[in-house]
C-alpha cells in the first residue's frame, strides 16, 4: 500500500486588514484539489495573515502558486505598513514534511516553486532553511534585513542578488522567499505597557543571535490598538526549547520593569507535543505518558 504523503505548508502574507482581500488569497488554497485548509489567522498590527494547509506535494505547490498569484494582483507593497519585517505580498512559504517524504523532497519541491514564481509571475525569489543555497541565507532575518524598502535600495548588490530573477523588485510585490523547514511554533507574550522598548530588550534576551535561547527568534511589537507590547517569537525547536521555558523567562524579565504578561498566544497551528510538555511542566506532573490523554488512546 502506498504511503499517505502529507506535506504542510504555512505561508506569511502582507495583509491583516484588508478581510476581504485575505478571503479571495486563502480561496485560492479552498479550490485546489487535494489540499486541506486547516487554519488561518490576521493581525491587524503585524498587518499579516498565516495560512496553514496540507495536502501531498504536487498539491501544496499548486496552492501555494496560486495563493501567490492573487496576491501579487491584489498587495500593494508600496501602500504596505505593518509592524512584522516583511519583503513581499508573499513574505514567506515554508514547506514542512509531516508524512511520508523526506526533506530533500521538500526542499526541492520549494525550489521547483521558487523557479515557477519568478517565470511565471515576475517576482524575484529566495531560497531559505534547508533549501538555502548560501549558509548564510538558512536564516530567514537575513535576507529580509532592511525589509521591503531595504531590499529596494540593496537587492542590485551582489550579496543579496536573489537566487531566482533578476536584480530587482517586482513594482508592487516585492519579492518572495520559499523554503523547507521542520514544524517550528509561533508563540507571542503579551506584556501590560505601551513601552516598546521594553519588549524590545526582552526580545534581544531571549533570542538566539543575542546569547539567549537556542532556535529561538524573537523581536518588540506595540500592539498600538490595545496599549500594549508584545515579545513576537519563533520556536524553532520546541524540544530544545520548550514553550514554558522562554514564557518563565520573559515573566521574571518583565517583572524588573514592573510590567505583568497579560496574554499568550499561538500563530497557526501547533504540534500537539508542545502543549503537553506546557502541561505536564506546570502541572508538575509526575510520570506522565501521551496515552493518558483521553483523544491520543482512543487513536
Given at each position: 500500500?502506498?504511503?499517505?504523503?502529507i506535506?504542510?505548508?504555512?505561508?506569511?502574507?502582507?495583509?491583516?486588514?484588508r478581510?476581504?482581500?485575505?478571503?479571495?488569497i486563502?480561496?485560492?488554497v479552498?479550490?485546489t484539489?487535494?489540499?486541506?485548509?486547516?487554519?488561518?489567522s490576521s493581525d491587524h498590527?503585524?498587518?499579516?495573515?498565516v495560512i496553514?494547509?496540507?495536502?501531498?506535494?504536487?498539491?501544496?505547490?499548486e496552492?501555494?502558486f496560486?495563493?501567490?498569484?492573487?496576491?501579487?494582483?491584489?498587495?500593494n507593497?508600496?501602500e504596505?505598513?505593518?509592524?512584522?519585517?516583511?519583503?513581499?505580498?508573499?513574505?514567506?512559504?515554508p514547506?514542512?514534511p509531516i508524512?511520508?517524504?523526506?526533506?530533500k523532497?521538500?526542499?526541492?519541491?520549494?525550489?521547483?516553486?521558487?523557479?515557477?514564481?519568478n517565470?511565471e509571475?515576475k517576482?524575484?525569489?529566495?531560497l531559505?532553511?534547508?533549501?538555502?543555497?548560501k549558509i548564510?541565507?538558512?536564516?530567514?532575518?537575513?535576507i529580509?534585513?532592511?525589509n521591503?524598502?531595504g531590499?529596494?535600495g540593496?537587492?542590485q548588490e551582489?550579496a543579496?542578488?536573489?537566487?531566482?530573477g533578476e536584480p530587482?523588485?517586482h513594482?508592487?510585490a516585492?519579492?518572495t522567499v520559499v523554503?523547507?523547514r521542520m514544524?517550528l511554533?509561533?508563540?507571542n507574550?503579551?506584556l501590560?505597557?505601551?513601552?516598546?522598548?521594553?519588549?524590545d530588550?526582552?526580545?534581544r534576551?531571549?533570542?538566539?543571535?543575542?546569547?539567549?535561547?537556542?532556535?529561538?527568534?524573537?523581536?518588540?511589537v506595540a500592539?498600538?490598538e490595545?496599549?500594549e507590547v508584545?515579545?513576537s517569537?519563533n520556536?524553532?525547536?520546541?524540544?530544545?526549547?520548550?514553550?514554558?521555558?522562554v514564557?518563565?523567562?520573559i515573566r521574571?524579565?518583565?517583572?524588573?520593569?514592573?510590567?505583568?504578561?497579560?496574554?499568550t498566544?499561538?500563530i497557526?497551528?501547533v504540534?500537539?507535543?508542545?502543549?503537553?510538555?506546557?502541561?505536564n511542566w506546570?502541572?508538575q506532573?509526575e510520570g506522565?505518558?501521551s496515552n493518558?490523554v483521553?483523544e491520543?488512546?482512543l487513536?
Amino acid at each position: 500500500m502506498t504511503q499517505t504523503q502529507i506535506v504542510q505548508c504555512v505561508p506569511n502574507i502582507s495583509e491583516g486588514r484588508r478581510l476581504d482581500v485575505v478571503e479571495k488569497i486563502v480561496d485560492q488554497v479552498r479550490q485546489t484539489e487535494g489540499v486541506q485548509l486547516l487554519d488561518y489567522s490576521s493581525d491587524h498590527d503585524h498587518n499579516r495573515t498565516v495560512i496553514t494547509y496540507v495536502g501531498n506535494l504536487a498539491s501544496v505547490q499548486e496552492a501555494s502558486f496560486r495563493l501567490t498569484q492573487e496576491a501579487v494582483r491584489l498587495i500593494n507593497m508600496e501602500e504596505h505598513q505593518g509592524a512584522h519585517p516583511r519583503i513581499g505580498a508573499v513574505d514567506v512559504i515554508p514547506f514542512i514534511p509531516i508524512e511520508g517524504l523526506t526533506m530533500k523532497e521538500c526542499v526541492e519541491g520549494a525550489t521547483a516553486l521558487a523557479k515557477r514564481i519568478n517565470h511565471e509571475l515576475k517576482v524575484p525569489t529566495y531560497l531559505y532553511g534547508e533549501a538555502a543555497t548560501k549558509i548564510v541565507r538558512k536564516n530567514l532575518s537575513t535576507i529580509r534585513k532592511g525589509n521591503y524598502e531595504g531590499l529596494k535600495g540593496s537587492i542590485q548588490e551582489e550579496a543579496r542578488h536573489p537566487d531566482f530573477g533578476e536584480p530587482k523588485m517586482h513594482e508592487t510585490a516585492g519579492a518572495t522567499v520559499v523554503g523547507a523547514r521542520m514544524p517550528l511554533v509561533a508563540f507571542n507574550v503579551n506584556l501590560g505597557t505601551s513601552k516598546k522598548e521594553i519588549a524590545d530588550i526582552i526580545a534581544r534576551n531571549v533570542r538566539e543571535r543575542n546569547g539567549g535561547f537556542k532556535n529561538v527568534k524573537g523581536m518588540g511589537v506595540a500592539l498600538e490598538e490595545r496599549g500594549e507590547v508584545q515579545v513576537s517569537m519563533n520556536l524553532e525547536d520546541y524540544q530544545s526549547t520548550p514553550i514554558y521555558r522562554v514564557l518563565e523567562t520573559i515573566r521574571r524579565e518583565a517583572a524588573r520593569y514592573g510590567v505583568p504578561v497579560v496574554g499568550t498566544e499561538l500563530i497557526g497551528l501547533v504540534p500537539q507535543q508542545a502543549l503537553l510538555d506546557v502541561a505536564n511542566w506546570y502541572l508538575q506532573l509526575e510520570g506522565f505518558d501521551s496515552n493518558q490523554v483521553l483523544e491520543n488512546r482512543l487513536r
